[in-house]
């Protein structure tokens, strides 16, 4: 199966917790090869992870909350989830 980057943004907890099956691991190492978006989102994960396993508290930048949701939601409202089916009129 071809993964496009939703997909794989969608198996990236699996992905690095090991719990996704063989084939999807595998779809998801192929589209990371030839993906230098998903790749850095990978990397940026993991950092993430190795930064607050040891309970370490971070300052964030003033905003930085606000900046954050305000961008998801745009994507998300730019983006319709892969599954859905356009409405019909």
């Not at 964030?60 to 949701?69: C, F």
């Amino acid at each position: 199966m071809v993964l496009n980057c939703r997909h794989v943004w969608e198996y990236i907890s699996g992905y690095l917790d090991n719990t996704l099956d063989e084939e999807t691991r595998l779809d998801v190492e192929r589209h990371l090869e030839h993906c230098e978006i998903c790749s850095a989102i990978l990397d940026s994960t993991r950092n993430i992870l190795v930064l607050t396993a040891d309970d370490r508290v971070f300052e964030l930048p003033v905003g930085y909350s606000e900046r954050l949701h305000a961008r998801l939601q745009r994507v998300m409202l730019e983006s319709p989830p892969p599954d859905s089916e356009p409405e019909s009129s």
